[in-house]
């Protein structure tokens, strides 16, 4: 829908950015930052050179005018925050002596006392065991889409 409003082909990462929270009023900035980082790691979205292009054809896609995503869109499980969080959690099993299971439900427990992302709730965990989480912050930061 992005692409089609702006009658481009192209968008730049601002630009997808800014049409998907300041023109569209779907999200704030950072979870529309998010969104692209999704649609990047889903392959729905291809960046070269900074620029933005669907990986499909637009054309073929019948978007309703009033369409407005949900934020549950931006909790779609994808391949690479599927790959950090299991990461962490093996780095906490191995150092640990845990399995998995149980690392994973205190992943849960703190994700769910601190209201973060899962990702976050691995860090904060990692961290509590004595793991060294610096491996981590790059990937974790990116499937944030933090710079």
């Known amino acids: 829908m992005l692409f089609k409003r702006k009658g481009r082909d192209e968008l730049s990462e601002?630009?997808?950015v800014l049409s998907a929270?300041?023109?569209m009023h779907w999200?704030?900035?950072?979870?529309?930052?998010?969104?692209?980082q999704l649609g990047l790691e889903t392959k729905l979205l291809e960046?070269?050179?900074g620029a933005i292009r669907p990986a499909f054809d637009v054309s073929a896609v019948e978007v309703p005018r009033d369409y407005v995503p949900t934020s549950a869109i931006l909790e779609v499980p994808t391949p690479a925050s599927e790959d950090v969080f299991l990461r962490i959690?093996?780095?906490i099993a191995a150092k640990?002596?845990?399995?998995?299971k149980s690392v994973i439900?205190?992943?849960n427990a703190v994700q769910e006392r601190l209201d973060v992302e899962v990702e976050v709730a691995a860090l904060v965990a990692a961290h509590q065991s004595g793991v060294d989480v610096t491996p981590f912050l790059p990937s974790v930061k990116s499937r944030l889409g933090m710079p």
Not at 27 to 36: C, G, V
Request: net charge neutral; proline share 7%.
């Open 27 to 36: 999200f704030p900035p950072r979870d529309a930052q998010r969104l692209l």
């Open 105 to 107: 439900a205190s992943v």
């Open 21 to 23: 929270s300041m023109d």
């Open 47 to 49: 960046s070269q050179g």
């Open 14 to 16: 601002r630009e997808f």
């Open 89 to 91: 959690v093996d780095a």
């Open 96 to 100: 640990t002596r845990t399995e998995r």
